[in-house]
């Protein structure tokens, strides 16, 4: 019954509250984007406890920070208030509904069954330093594969928002 | 005394959630943000495991990061694709007005 | 622990907070006064006795404690009454990584003057600026009229853009401080570097005389000597992103009426209000922290200051003495920077909104890359900044 014990289930239960909040919350798309907004931050206060800091803190930056922003973008430059669920769609929902229960059920009582205790950590894990050394030499083809896709990115997303074509 | 194997668990139950957002809703925003739960649930199952295993693959006494610098490539490629994604969400509610996916699906069923 | 974390949170948010924020709705007043030549706001009195205007601030908070809780037809109440608190939280909080004084030993026991000594400390207040969008965007957009949403959309691009460039400008002060601990960046900074001393480096062999080591030829190791540039770029885009004039677009006093916050009355307007100015504190802190060298003394180390009293005083008083004297030290150089934005806001104009982004996109951040190559650069070749 440490702190870290009791902080994941309150970061836990928080981020499956917002999740299920965005997802079901038909009549105001922007409270669906802020729910994930309390999703994210949630999640990196788990990776925090998780010994994975830099990664905590990126995902807030990026995720929260700019991502999520880029969301309320859209959702506010196209005015978009409300959204509702079709009659057709509701034989979706009841299949939706039922996969979620099945799966809480097994997960369920598979978890009931107590849990591994984390091994101990190293020096510096999840620190910058250790991080900036795997990402520069063991991974670096990764990074400027990343920077590539970026890059492309940046140039797509400018075309395809573009009003017309010169 | 993190539980880890209820940080894998959470991890599954946060993808289903998306999933079923996906699956669901027809408003094509909140199926993009369903998308970036499943990959935030993907990134915490990388990070959990990663605690779970902190050594080299090998055993070594080294630490070993990978989960971590998996985590990052997956938040650059979430924050491509939502660039790309909201880009194509905006040039199709200029040509029909609309966000709803059942309003541009040209298919039969 | 959690006894000393608790007593340094509740130090920092009624000393150093507590006594900047609400002095500076007054300082504002009186030096844009003293600025434009004329007399400022000096009527506030109790039963006739007006001190300088200094109880001003008092009266802002009866007068909006008072005033009416308008909430617009048609708004999304909760998040009208969530978005100031959104605003106000980040710019508290970030105080919680910066060093106020240094890192002591009592009786062999070491405290070190900073409620978090978080390893990443530096990107914690990045992440923490990176939430404080959310509360422009909230309360644009719960106002349900025109003119917030659109001082919401420019607040919130100007925010993002300027949060890249805010993150690249101090990459160079990471890179020659070799931490993102904000504490021990300050006590990097407690040393003190000869500004010939590159010399030695360029001719071979060649050792400064003696006279060249001494006492005018010797920088205290501040970051801003280090990183004059980056000092530059870091004060524009930290006051880009908070808002601060003269970027203050989203707030265009004369142009959109108060921009995102145009439907928020009485004490919701008031926390936009304290959020700004503890914002300032913030800003002053921060770049006091990582380029004029925190809580430090120029020229005088700590170990030298306790060495030099401790004959006189003996050790623990002397210890006492310069955590004292250190924290005054950190408070005057706030104070230094307060005055430095507050004559920012009341000495430039406002920058049109396109100037702002073509500045940080297309100014600061291929000068922050420049910056980042040539202190790499300077680095390798150099080896020690000293």
């Given at each position: 019954?440490?702190?870290?014990?009791?902080?994941?289930?309150?970061?836990?239960?928080?981020?499956?509250?917002?999740?299920l909040?965005?997802?079901?919350?038909?009549?105001?798309t922007?409270a669906?984007?802020?729910?994930?907004?309390?999703?994210?931050?949630?999640?990196?206060?788990?990776?925090?406890?998780?010994?994975?800091?830099?990664?905590?803190?990126?995902?807030?930056?990026?995720y929260?920070?700019?991502?999520?922003?880029?969301?309320?973008?859209?959702?506010?430059?196209?005015?978009?208030?409300?959204?509702?669920?079709?009659?057709?769609?509701?034989?979706?929902?009841?299949?939706?509904?039922?996969?979620?229960?099945?799966?809480?059920?097994?997960?369920?009582?598979?978890?009931?069954?107590?849990f591994?205790?984390?091994?101990?950590?190293?020096?510096?894990?999840?620190?910058?330093?250790?991080l900036?050394?795997?990402?520069?030499?063991?991974?670096?083809?990764?990074?400027?594969?990343?920077?590539?896709?970026?890059?492309?990115?940046?140039?797509?997303?400018?075309?395809?928002?573009?009003?017309?074509?010169? | 005394?993190?539980?880890?194997?209820?940080?894998?668990?959470?991890?599954?139950?946060?993808?289903?959630?998306?999933?079923?957002?996906?699956?669901?809703?027809?408003?094509?925003?909140?199926?993009?943000?369903?998308i970036?739960?499943?990959?935030?649930?993907?990134?915490?199952?990388?990070?959990?495991?990663?605690?779970?295993?902190?050594?080299?693959p090998?055993?070594?006494?080294?630490?070993?990061?990978?989960?971590?610098?998996?985590?990052?490539?997956?938040?650059?490629?979430?924050?491509?694709?939502?660039?790309?994604?909201?880009?194509?969400?905006?040039?199709?509610?200029?040509?029909?007005?609309?966000?709803?996916?059942d309003?541009?699906?040209?298919?039969?069923? | 622990?959690?006894v000393?974390?608790?007593?340094?949170t509740?130090?920092?948010?009624?000393?150093?907070?507590?006594?900047?924020?609400?002095?500076?709705?007054?300082?504002?007043r009186?030096?844009?006064?003293?600025?434009?030549?004329?007399?400022g706001?000096?009527?506030?009195?109790i039963?006739?006795?007006?001190?300088?205007?200094?109880?001003?601030?008092?009266?802002d908070?009866v007068?909006?404690?008072?005033?009416?809780?308008?909430?617009?037809?048609?708004?999304?109440?909760v998040?009208?009454?969530?978005?100031?608190?959104?605003?106000?939280?980040?710019?508290?909080?970030?105080?919680?990584?910066?060093?106020?004084?240094?890192?002591?030993?009592?009786?062999?026991?070491?405290?070190?003057?900073?409620?978090?000594?978080?390893?990443?400390?530096?990107l914690?207040?990045?992440?923490?600026?990176?939430?404080?969008?959310?509360?422009?965007?909230?309360?644009?957009?719960?106002?349900?009229?025109?003119?917030?949403?659109?001082?919401?959309?420019?607040?919130?691009?100007?925010?993002?853009?300027?949060?890249?460039?805010?993150?690249?400008?101090?990459?160079?002060i990471?890179?020659?401080f070799?931490?993102?601990?904000?504490?021990?960046?300050?006590?990097?900074?407690?040393?003190?570097?000869?500004?010939?001393?590159?010399?030695?480096y360029?001719?071979?062999?060649?050792?400064?005389?003696?006279?060249?080591?001494?006492?005018?030829?010797?920088?205290?190791?501040?970051?801003?000597f280090?990183?004059?540039?980056?000092?530059?770029?870091?004060?524009?885009?930290?006051?880009?992103?908070?808002?601060?004039?003269?970027?203050?677009?989203?707030?265009?006093?004369?142009?959109?009426?108060?921009?995102?916050?145009?439907?928020?009355s009485?004490?919701?307007?008031?926390?936009?209000?304290?959020?700004?100015?503890?914002e300032v504190v913030?800003?002053?802190?921060?770049?006091t922290?990582?380029?004029?060298?925190?809580w430090?003394?120029?020229?005088?180390?700590?170990?030298?200051?306790?060495?030099?009293?401790?004959?006189?005083?003996?050790?623990?008083?002397?210890?006492?003495?310069?955590?004292i004297?250190?924290?005054?030290?950190?408070?005057?150089?706030?104070?230094?920077?307060?005055?430095?934005?507050?004559?920012?806001r009341?000495?430039l104009?406002?920058?049109?909104?396109?100037?702002?982004?073509?500045?940080?996109?297309?100014?600061?951040?291929?000068?922050?890359?420049v910056?980042?190559?040539?202190?790499?650069?300077?680095?390798?070749?150099?080896?020690?900044?000293?």
């Amino acid at each position: 019954m440490s702190v870290p014990f009791v902080l994941f289930y309150i970061f836990a239960a928080l981020a499956v509250v917002s999740a299920l909040a965005m997802i079901l919350n038909v009549r105001n798309t922007v409270a669906s984007v802020m729910s994930l907004v309390v999703t994210m931050v949630s999640l990196a206060g788990i990776y925090v406890l998780l010994a994975a800091y830099l990664v905590a803190a990126i995902q807030i930056m990026v995720y929260g920070g700019a991502i999520v922003v880029l969301f309320l973008f859209v959702v506010m430059l196209l005015n978009l208030r409300s959204d509702e669920f079709l009659p057709a769609r509701q034989r979706w929902m009841k299949f939706a509904g039922a996969l979620l229960g099945v799966f809480l059920l097994v997960e369920g009582l598979r978890l009931l069954g107590g849990f591994h205790e984390p091994p101990p950590l190293p020096e510096g894990f999840g620190g910058y330093r250790l991080l900036g050394l795997s990402l520069y030499t063991d991974y670096l083809l990764i990074v400027e594969v990343i920077s590539l896709l970026l890059t492309a990115a940046i140039v797509g997303a400018l075309i395809l928002a573009k009003r017309e074509i010169d | 005394m993190v539980p880890v194997d209820h940080v894998i668990g959470l991890s599954a139950l946060l993808f289903v959630i998306g999933l079923v957002g996906v699956m669901t809703r027809r408003n094509l925003i909140v199926m993009l943000m369903s998308i970036e739960l499943m990959l935030n649930a993907v990134n915490l199952a990388f990070v959990g495991f990663n605690r779970l295993w902190p050594q080299g693959p090998v055993g070594a006494g080294e630490a070993s990061l990978d989960g971590q610098v998996f985590v990052l490539t997956v938040i650059a490629v979430a924050a491509a694709e939502v660039a790309v994604g909201l880009g194509i969400v905006i040039s199709m509610f200029r040509n029909r007005d609309s966000v709803n996916i059942d309003d541009v699906s040209l298919l039969r069923w | 622990m959690p006894v000393e974390v608790i007593v340094k949170t509740l130090f920092i948010l009624f000393v150093v907070i507590g006594a900047l924020a609400p002095v500076m709705t007054w300082t504002e007043r009186k030096q844009s006064a003293v600025m434009q030549d004329r007399i400022g706001a000096n009527r506030a009195d109790i039963s006739g006795i007006t001190v300088l205007g200094l109880l001003h601030p008092l009266a802002d908070v009866v007068k909006l404690l008072t005033k009416e809780d308008v909430v617009p037809r048609g708004a999304n109440r909760v998040m009208h009454l969530l978005a100031p608190i959104v605003a106000a939280v980040p710019a508290v909080i970030a105080y919680g990584v910066i060093p106020f004084a240094g890192v002591y030993t009592f009786g062999g026991e070491t405290i070190s003057m900073v409620v978090s000594n978080a390893d990443w400390g530096l990107l914690y207040i990045f992440a923490i600026g990176s939430i404080a969008t959310y509360g422009t965007v909230m309360a644009g957009w719960s106002s349900n009229s025109n003119w917030s949403l659109l001082g919401a959309m420019r607040a919130s691009a100007q925010m993002i853009s300027y949060e890249v460039t805010m993150g690249l400008s101090v990459v160079g002060i990471f890179m020659v401080f070799g931490t993102l601990q904000l504490q021990t960046m300050a006590l990097e900074q407690d040393t003190s570097f000869r500004i010939l001393g590159f010399l030695e480096y360029l001719i071979p062999g060649f050792q400064l005389p003696a006279l060249f080591s001494a006492f005018p030829f010797v920088l205290p190791k501040w970051g801003i000597f280090l990183q004059p540039l980056g000092f530059l770029m870091f004060l524009a885009t930290i006051m880009a992103e908070n808002k601060r004039p003269p970027f203050d677009v989203p707030e265009g006093e004369s142009e959109i009426i108060a921009g995102y916050f145009t439907e928020y009355s009485g004490m919701r307007f008031g926390l936009f209000f304290m959020a700004e100015f503890i914002e300032v504190v913030v800003i002053a802190g921060l770049v006091t922290t990582l380029f004029l060298g925190g809580w430090t003394i120029p020229w005088v180390s700590t170990a030298g200051f306790i060495g030099a009293v401790t004959p006189a005083v003996g050790e623990g008083v002397a210890t006492g003495l310069c955590v004292i004297v250190q924290f005054l030290m950190f408070m005057a150089k706030v104070v230094v920077m307060i005055w430095l934005q507050m004559s920012l806001r009341w000495g430039l104009p406002r920058f049109r909104y396109d100037h702002v982004m073509d500045l940080c996109w297309k100014g600061i951040l291929p000068l922050s890359i420049v910056n980042i190559f040539v202190t790499g650069a300077l680095l390798l070749l150099v080896g020690d900044a000293s």
